[in-house]
């Protein structure tokens, strides 16, 4: 009995199909659980979750940024917290960065202007200053007509804006002295 080609081809094909078929299944039970398909035949260790680890908090404080009353600037996140005497946060925002970053490190808050016109000629207040790199001041502001744009990079300017509600918080909270730690 002779066998034609186009017999033998579909036979090759469904043995295939079968077999990608049989692989897929064990496959898809053996695999860990993904997401929307639960895993059987396991069980966490006592005290662990099924749960994905949760994200980090992006308003958390930063580890390691001191202790007691402080201002704590995170370079990395364009964002302050306002940390109270027990270590607690009071308040955080976001802020837009200057133009000149101060290297991360401790600081305490040098002086202060009410209102004032910024380096980059807006009109700011709330200003408070913690250090200079290289002859250029940099500190918090708000901008009066509550202006946030990015710095220029071109214009090398060292005033780190945020809201002007935020500003009034910065204002009320570092006095002369009050420390500023600048982190990654």
Request: charged share 20%; net charge positive; proline share 8%.
């Amino acid at each position: 009995m002779a066998v034609s080609s186009s017999t033998i081809v579909a036979g090759l094909t469904a043995a295939a199909l079968a077999t990608v078929g049989y692989l897929a299944h064990q496959a898809s039970t053996s695999l860990p659980a993904g997401p929307g398909r639960a895993q059987t035949g396991v069980t966490p260790a006592p005290g662990t979750s099924k749960a994905p680890p949760a994200r980090k908090d992006p308003t958390a404080l930063p580890d390691g940024s001191g202790e007691g009353a402080r201002v704590v600037y995170s370079l990395g996140r364009d964002r302050v917290w306002l940390v109270g005497a027990t270590g607690k946060v009071t308040r955080t925002f976001e802020v837009d960065p200057s133009a000149v970053d101060p290297a991360p490190g401790r600081y305490a808050v040098t002086s202060r202007s009410n209102s004032v016109t910024g380096s980059d000629g807006v009109p700011v207040e709330h200003v408070v200053r913690f250090t200079s790199v290289d002859g250029v001041a940099v500190g918090f502001s708000s901008a009066v007509d509550a202006r946030r744009a990015a710095p220029d990079p071109g214009n090398r300017t060292g005033g780190i804006r945020e809201s002007r509600a935020d500003g009034m918080a910065m204002w009320t909270f570092a006095t002369i002295g009050r420390t500023v730690v600048v982190v990654r």
